[in-house]
């Protein structure tokens, strides 16, 4: 809960700084372990002899449990405080991602991934309202784009570690050096969080959570943006899970290695997150977000185009214009809230990591029934509809 007596963190000053590299790390640490297994679909599907939508659901599981994870978690930060909770979920997270790799069945090892999810839910339930809190209000929309752009350096390195390690020494290995990853950016988040100054713990009454969740949800601009999370994240989810079995056919036939590559392209996401922040707070969120949404969409129909580097591109094009309605939007559910900064935050979260867990996995069923051409259709839809919907509903200021 904000103080009125502690003003919030100016920017160039030093603890403003340890904010932003702390949530940065946290964030690295969250999403690389959680997209790992992301660019070794195709070596999970082989080793464990499932189909592609069915390998899928190593990411999907953990989105799930993340996805159900972020509400109970917003409570648990708001008695114990953002950074203890925080960091109680990640080491949590840690440990349930090395016990993924050494169950002995593909069934158990989703179990775990689940149970990993949930405890992942914990950061992104927590990491934007303890920004939020701590930092001056005039630049709260810029520290939330610096920390996105955290998340996608996260997602960048989980996926371009693991895939290398995984083709030479196996899918558990790869995933097991990012977990070794993650351990090391927990211990920088431990020891750069400042203390928290502007938050006072607080336990909600059941009758008093369910209020401020229903009372968001009484809000039809905020249905809007959390719908927005879970279709624009599912399609991108979609697109980044079966790229690879696309590449690996004719006429690309690209090995493993080579295909992780192009998960380079999450660097426009590092670009674009920050710098949509600050355009909005100039121009106004809703022309950045339908913005965002339009590359996106152009950036889907570039992978269409049978040759190598357009489909780069277009994965460039994507997730520049993914991310930068991601930082939007997320920032906006806290904004716009009616009932609870971070129970908005989490219902955001809820759409955003269900969405990636249902279309992540149907990406693959439109796949298997029309080839590339399917799941990039679906996608466009996903997309298009998150935008009408925004137009038609959100405010213009």
């Not at 603890?15 to 070794?40: D, E, H």
């Not at 992978?303 to 920032?331: D, Q």
């Not at 279309?359 to 069923?365: D, E, H, M, Q, T």
């Not at 996608?379 to 038609?392: E, G, H, R, S």
Request: with cysteine; glycine share 12%.
């Amino acid at each position: 809960m904000n103080s009125a007596s502690t003003p919030g963190l100016q920017p160039g000053t030093p603890p403003y700084r340890l904010l932003l590299v702390a949530l940065f790390f946290i964030g690295v640490a969250t999403f690389a372990q959680l997209y790992s297994p992301q660019g070794l679909l195709p070596l999970i599907a082989g080793d464990q002899s499932v189909t592609a939508d069915q390998a899928a659901l190593m990411v999907s599981a953990a989105t799930l449990g993340l996805a159900i994870g972020v509400i109970p978690w917003s409570y648990i930060g708001d008695a114990m405080g953002r950074k203890p909770a925080m960091l109680m979920a990640i080491s949590l997270a840690c440990i349930f991602a090395i016990l993924t790799v050494l169950m002995p069945t593909f069934s158990l090892a989703l179990a775990m991934r689940f149970i990993e999810g949930f405890m992942l839910g914990g950061v992104p339930a927590l990491a934007v309202a303890y920004l939020s809190e701590e930092v001056s209000a005039k630049v709260a929309a810029v520290a939330a784009g610096t920390y996105i752009s955290g998340t996608t350096i996260g997602g960048l390195s989980g996926r371009i570690i693991a895939a290398p390690v995984g083709e030479q020494l196996g899918w558990k290995l790869g995933m097991l050096v990012v977990t070794g990853v993650a351990v090391i950016c927990v211990l920088i988040f431990l020891c750069t969080a400042p203390r928290a100054r502007n938050f006072t713990p607080r336990r909600s009454r059941f009758g008093e959570a369910v209020g401020q969740l229903l009372g968001n949800l009484r809000s039809p601009a905020l249905w809007v943006i959390y719908i927005q999370g879970f279709l624009t994240m599912g399609g991108f989810v979609a697109m980044y899970n079966f790229l690879a079995f696309h590449l690996a056919e004719p006429p690309f036939l690209m090995p493993l290695w080579l295909t992780s590559l192009i998960f380079l392209a999450y660097l426009a996401g590092t670009i674009s997150s920050p710098r949509a922040g600050a355009l909005a707070s100039r121009v106004g969120r809703r022309p950045v977000l339908i913005g965002g949404n339009v590359v996106m969409v152009g950036g889907v129909v570039l992978t269409l185009i049978p040759h190598v580097w357009v489909i780069v591109l277009g994965m460039v094009v994507l997730t520049g214009g993914f991310f930068a309605s991601h930082a939007v939007a997320s920032g906006w559910a806290g904004a716009q809230a009616v009932a609870g900064r971070s129970q908005s935050a989490s219902l955001y979260n809820l759409g955003y990591y269900g969405g990636s867990s249902v279309f992540g996995y149907l990406g693959g069923s439109f796949l298997h029934l029309a080839g590339w051409p399917g799941t990039v259709g679906m996608v466009i839809v996903l997309t298009v509809l998150a935008t009408v919907l925004v137009m038609a509903v959100l405010p213009r200021n």
